[in-house]
């Protein structure tokens, strides 16, 4: 039995007979109070809808689309569409996300698979897809914009004298010019007056004590802090997981 035959016989038994939803049937047979999940018969297909959105359509000949117009990152939409997939599905499939190449992704199990989500996914009757295969993408670093950050950092002379500032940094040199804007600050000799501010935080951390982090540390919190920004999304060649 395919999920479109699935939600006409859950429809023929579990119909309202009476009020505004009247001919539809809660997507929960328990719980048919919850009018916003419902099945619903169309002329050319059956569907699950939550709220004012189909989020799935199955069809006759056993193809469904999965469609959540944009609302797949709603915690609630996931929670939904798991659970009519679990109601009227013969396979094992559910929407999750997936940390993958230093991004969070959101993506479909499938049968053992796991494929990045987009609204109108097209699957056949046994759960294969059969629209497009989307790539899972990637974050990563400027490469470009990283060299000239730091070809600018080294003209600037702040690499040079870090050291001996890191030295000569206390507490009470943490008040001063905030992180905020810390690339342009720390490229621009203009500015040299606000760089033991910028060392001491990072050495000392936003807390009171006065345990000094090294100068290899320190040197790390602000080249993550200045770099923040420098960061890519690119698709990569991986297609399922």
Known sequence: MNMYQHLMQHLER???KRGTNKGDAPANKGQRWRTSFRVVKHIDCMSVRLWRTDIIKAYPDGTFVIDTEGYYLHSTTVLRMNDALG?????AMWMGSIKKFSLSQKIM??????YRF???ME????CNLISEK???ESRCI???QTKVFLNELKEAGFREVFNILWSQATLDDR??????RLEETITNPDKSDEWMSIIAQAAFGSGWGDNKACPQVAWSRIMQAAKRDMYVVLPTDIYEV
């Open 109 to 114: 199990h499938v049968k053992g698979k796991k």
């Open 14 to 16: 579990h119909v309202y």
């Open 123 to 126: 699957f056949d009757a046994d």
């Open 118 to 120: 987009y609204d109108g």
């Open 142 to 144: 400027d490469k470009a």
């Open 134 to 136: 989307k790539c899972f």
């Open 175 to 180: 008040f001063g010019s905030g992180m905020h």
């Open 87 to 91: 109601y009227f599905l013969p396979h």
